[in-house]
């Protein structure tokens, strides 16, 4: 069970990454991306967390406008961000 200071962090966490990302020329290290977004996202709040802060701070959150078949846990479903290399 994710705790509040868990999701706190995962978004602070989750922003700063993006940050890094967006200011990087180029990312280097097969699989980072992949594994530091593996990380941020086992905390990260879900659509019932953002339905339940809308609710009581309409003012600082939205309710998600788009309803999935269920939200995804982590490694449920990992995607792959770099194709196999078969040279190496």
Avoid: C
Avoid at 17 to 24: I, N, V
Avoid at 45 to 50: G, I
Avoid at 51 to 66: F, G, I, Q
């Amino acid at each position: 069970m994710t705790t509040p200071a868990e999701r706190s962090k995962a978004v602070v966490d989750t922003r700063e990454f993006l940050q890094m990302l967006s200011a990087a020329e180029e990312v280097t290290i097969r699989g980072l991306v992949q594994s530091v977004a593996i990380g941020l996202l086992r905390h990260y709040p879900m659509n019932v967390d953002l339905d339940v802060s809308a609710s009581v701070l309409p003012e600082v959150w939205a309710h998600p406008t788009v309803e999935r078949s269920g939200d995804l846990t982590v490694g449920a479903r990992v995607v792959p961000l770099f194709a196999a290399r078969t040279d190496e």
